[in-house]
């Protein structure tokens, strides 16, 4: 199948802006809790209401401070509440709000700020102030700067308590869906940010959307609202399109800044949401801890066994859905259930109890880990989807997850595969553009169509699976071409391994650079009784080369040996974003990898 379009579910919004979802909550149920604030280390309910004063009592503040329609405002923070409450308070003064990184360096925010002609900026603390601060000469268009930790929310509501609500509502009716939202700058693989120009009618005909076709997702369960818990980083268009969609959804959210486990598990203990959004990092985090927890209570048969059980169930389930199978046996619906109460409730619980379905995208999930949270009993619907395309282009719906692959297009879309392979995209959530950039604009944009630069294929039923990106193609001097993504994640699956990068460009075979997982490490030399040892001596450990050897071994048996990894090198460093080696939304940035690492390749290439 060479293209595929789906009828739609929900129909444009003929008139406003994302900030009216906010005024129109408050005005039908006013006393209905809409956001989760964490404070002190409690959460306390939010109600449409109160969301709906705050954010008004912002926005004058705003228009007190000289923000006007059409201005730009740079947010630059981890994912907390008041990044909501500015999200909606500068879209009801029709004004765009310019997401940043709180990573980002001094070159970045500068080149974000000046590219965009931000008039202010947010900031979360006092170092991402010093890091404004450290550009602002430099910047003649920014006259204000406001600091969330310092009572920057309560100054600023201070700041317009004279100026009259009517005023605000005068610009909150002068939005119409084809006026600009937000610019989400790209992470940037190779070359500088561009800005994605995204509408307020791109972002809520992908919320209905997405909204109406997973209506079981959206609609929570029996007896309790429906919630979910954004740990995602709202500098990333996922993030955002998760916040409009809770809010025009009425689904109860809240925020959680920090990713790591020791932070994320307690507060989806505490929060209980009834479905989460994350990126497989997260699944994968969630599943190694399970399997650590079992190592170490000598239960590590049981739990393999149940994760077998989980994914032949959940296997069966996905071939009688698709016509191919009678469903689980009775046998293994008795296996199953056995096990429900051995392992999966306590999965379940390990993330909040609630949760049954979730949605993945950023980055591939391999097709067992996602088979094995549907047999535990979280649905995951994997989808695919770029800044461009306002998040998710295509994601597997509800009773007919095909596990491996990103979906069918969401409805209203269309994909087409053009003759290289590549993925092209149509419909109302694609982008206008990119800010102040005709020529990138030119080069992607065709008669309407997004050519996105990732190569794929649809099948007999119209699910996508994405099988590379063709900028990072590598070709081997015989001239034999490897996508490297898929590889790259079997290596990844081992615990051991936190990342895997393949090099073969131009050289005659393919080899890898390995990172090791720090808590799947001190996990593995505990269960073996043996220190802790530093990163230095690790990658000269006989013993854990040869665990990491096992994994490129079991990788390399699903694919040819001309594609094959034939030599590889364990790194006592992480790549990280503070190195310049990933982009914050955690991609690779290959060629900075090959050029921080040269000495070690250049090795791995010696005969």
């Known amino acids: 199948m060479r293209e ?64 006007r329609f059409g201005d730009r405002v740079a947010i630059m923070s981890r994912t907390r509440y008041e990044w909501t409450l500015f999200d909606f308070a500068l879209w009801a003064v029709g004004a765009q709000p310019v997401p940043v990184y709180p990573t980002s360096s001094a070159e970045q925010v500068h080149w974000i700020l ?35 930790d310092t009572g920057a929310v309560a100054q600023l509501a201070a700041d317009g308590a004279a100026v ?58 029996a007896g309790e609202g429906p919630s979910t818990l954004l740990f995602l980083p709202l500098a990333h268009v996922f993030g955002r399109m998760v916040e409009v969609a809770a809010v025009r959804a009425r689904v109860k959210l809240g925020h959680q800044p920090v ?19 994350g990126v497989p990092y997260v699944f994968e985090k969630v599943f190694a801890a399970a399997r650590r927890k079992a190592e170490a209570e000598g239960r590590t048969g049981p739990f393999d066994r149940a994760v077998e059980t989980a994914v032949r169930y959940a296997e069966a389930r996905e071939q009688k859905a698709f016509g191919t199978g009678p469903g689980p046996s009775a046998a293994l619906r008795v296996e199953h259930q056995l096990f429900d109460r051995l392992v999966y409730g306590k999965v379940r619980e390990a993330m909040g109890g609630r949760v049954r379905y979730a949605m993945s995208g950023g980055s591939a999930m391999s097709r067992r880990l996602g088979l094995f949270f549907e047999g535990a009993g979280i649905t995951v619907f994997e989808g695919y989807g770029l800044t461009e395309s306002c998040a ?15 979906g069918p297009p969401i409805p209203g879309s269309t994909v087409h595969i053009a003759e290289d392979g590549e993925v092209w995209l149509h419909g109302s959530h694609v982008f206008a553009g990119y800010l102040n950039d005709p020529r990138s604009t030119a080069a992607v944009l065709h008669g309407g169509w997004l050519a996105t630069g990732d190569l794929g294929r649809l099948d007999e039923d119209g699910y996508l699976t994405i099988t590379g990106r063709k900028k990072e193609i590598l070709v081997t001097s015989n001239g034999k071409s490897v996508s490297p993504g898929a590889l790259e994640e079997r290596v990844r699956s081992h615990p051991l391994v936190s990342q895997c990068v393949l090099v073969g460009n131009d050289r005659p075979y393919i080899a890898a650079l390995v990172t090791l997982d720090p808590e799947g490490v001190a996990h593995w030399l505990s269960m073996r009784g043996r220190p802790q040892m530093s990163a230095a001596e690790l990658v000269q450990d006989a013993d ?16 040819s040996q001309a594609e094959a990894i034939r030599s590889f090198r364990v790194l006592a460093d992480q790549f990280s974003e503070e190195r310049g080696l990933l982009t914050p939304s955690l991609k690779l940035k290959r060629r900075a990898i090959e050029a921080a690492y040269a000495k070690e390749i250049a090795v791995l290439y010696q005969s």
């Open 259 to 277: 990713l790591a486990a020791a932070e994320l598990l307690p507060d989806l203990a505490a929060f209980r949401p009834s479905f989460v959004l």
């Open 114 to 148: 000046h590219d965009s002609d931000c008039v202010a900026c947010v900031v979360e603390n006092e170092d991402q102030a010093m890091t404004v601060g450290s550009v602002i000469d430099r910047l003649p268009q920014l006259r204000r700067l406001w600091q969330l």
């Open 544 to 559: 854990l080369v040869a665990e990491v050897r096992r994994a490129v071994t079991a990788a390399n048996t699903r694919v």
């Open 164 to 221: 009259d609500e009517e005023v605000v509502h005068r610009h909150r009716a002068a939005v119409t869906p084809d006026a600009v939202a937000t610019v989400i700058y790209t992470s940037g693989t190779t070359g500088r940010p561009k800005g994605c120009v995204l509408t307020h009618g791109n972002f809520m005909y992908e919320t209905d959307t997405l909204v109406q076709r997973w209506e079981s997702v959206f609609a929570g369960g």
């Open 4 to 67: 595929l379009s789906v009828p739609p579910v929900a129909t444009p919004v003929p008139a406003g802006g994302l900030a009216d979802a906010v005024f129109r909550y408050a005005r039908e149920e006013p006393g209905r809790v809409v956001l989760g604030r964490k404070s002190g280390g409690v959460w306390r309910d939010v109600t449409s209401g109160e969301l709906r004063d705050e954010v008004l009592a912002l926005a004058k503040g705003l228009l007190a401070q000289g923000v």
């Open 392 to 406: 998710a282009a295509t994601a597997n719906p509800p009773g007919a997850t095909k596990y491996g692959t990103v």
